[in-house]
């Protein structure tokens, strides 16, 4: 399988990191690779994924994942 967990890990963050950037195109571009693949290996994208790909792709900021808060 090409595509684990660990990899659609790192997806996610590919994904996050062209919202972050304003590369629409290169975040629409991360995700039909990930399609690819994924419809390639007959498998399905974690819910997580998709969850934030959906929030991504609507234009939506996401909330900082790194364990800490603002004060």
């Known amino acids: 399988m090409l595509v684990d967990a660990q990899s659609e ?3 996610r ?9 304003g590369d ?5 571009r ?10 390639e290996e007959g498998i399905d994208s974690s819910p997580e994924t998709v969850g934030l790909l959906r929030t991504l792709l609507k234009g939506e ?6 364990g800490f ?3």
């Open 9 to 11: 890990l790192l997806y």
């Open 13 to 21: 963050d590919l994904f996050t990191i062209c919202h972050e950037m």
């Open 24 to 28: 629409r195109e290169g975040l629409e």
């Open 30 to 39: 991360a995700a039909a690779q990930l399609a690819r693949i994924n419809a």
């Open 61 to 66: 900021r996401i909330q900082p994942t790194l």
């Open 69 to 71: 808060t603002a004060s």
